[in-house]
């Protein structure tokens, strides 16, 4: 089954424009990262040099905030993640 990726519609064209792409991982880092070896145009849109998250992506899955962990946050078979660009002021 795996787990199922809604990119947020910014990033759409760089994933082939797909809304939803399924993954396999254990976490979201490395959903994230399998996304990213399919479609390494999205890397720098989700990532900063040091290979955390920008500061205007959050992920989501099944709908909770995963802040803290983020990367290491658990994820399941069946699980759907959400890709959020947050709108950030300045």
Known sequence: MGVRIRVHPFYVEKVGGQEVVEVEGK????????????????????????GQLRNHVEVYVNGQPT??????????DGDELD?????TSG
Request: charged share 30%; proline share 8%.
């Open 27 to 50: 976490n979201v880092g490395e959903c994230l990262n399998v996304l990213l070896k399919r479609y390494p145009a999205i890397r720098e849109d989700l990532f900063d040099k040091n």
């Open 67 to 76: 802040y803290p962990e983020e990367l290491k946050y658990p994820v399941s």
């Open 83 to 87: 890709i959020v660009v947050i709108a």
